[in-house]
């Protein structure tokens, strides 16, 4: 939604202006309204990875990994700073560290012995 707001900002300048609504959008905040659809993203992108039937517990940690990554890519501004507190805040909260690691040991049991004979 926020995308389109930002794409159809001409558009919406003139109907303001046309409806006589005393609302005045400058390139700042525009600018801004671009800053909150670039920082959501990579949450739209992890959200529907989550929310696909074959979803699980070692699809979520790839998907918070890529996640962060790709939200520390984008530049520092104030909403990317914030995303990345609270993402971190709320996983740390809801997340249980060790439960990747023995999902991916219960998924392939083999995989570490395959490894460690290397």
Do not use: G, W
């Not at 558009?11 to 659809?37: R, S, T, V």
């Not at 074959?54 to 979520?60: D, K, T, V, W, Y």
């Not at 104030?78 to 990747?100: H, K, T």
Request: aromatic fraction near 6%; glycine fraction near 0%; hydrophobic fraction near 45%.
């Amino acid at each position: 939604m926020l995308e389109k707001i930002v794409k159809l900002r001409i558009q919406i300048h003139k109907a303001l202006l046309d409806l006589d609504i005393d609302i005045k959008l400058n390139d700042e905040e525009f600018q801004q309204i671009n800053n909150i659809a670039q920082a959501l993203d990579p949450i739209k992108l992890a959200v529907e990875a989550l929310c696909r039937p074959e979803a699980n517990l070692i699809i979520a940690e790839a998907t918070i990994k890529f996640l962060f990554e790709e939200i520390q890519t984008y530049p520092a501004t104030e909403y990317n700073i914030r995303m990345i507190d609270a993402i971190n805040q709320r996983s740390v909260q809801e997340r249980y560290i060790e439960a990747p690691v023995i999902m991916a040991y219960l998924h392939n049991p083999m995989a570490k012995l395959e490894k460690k004979e290397l």
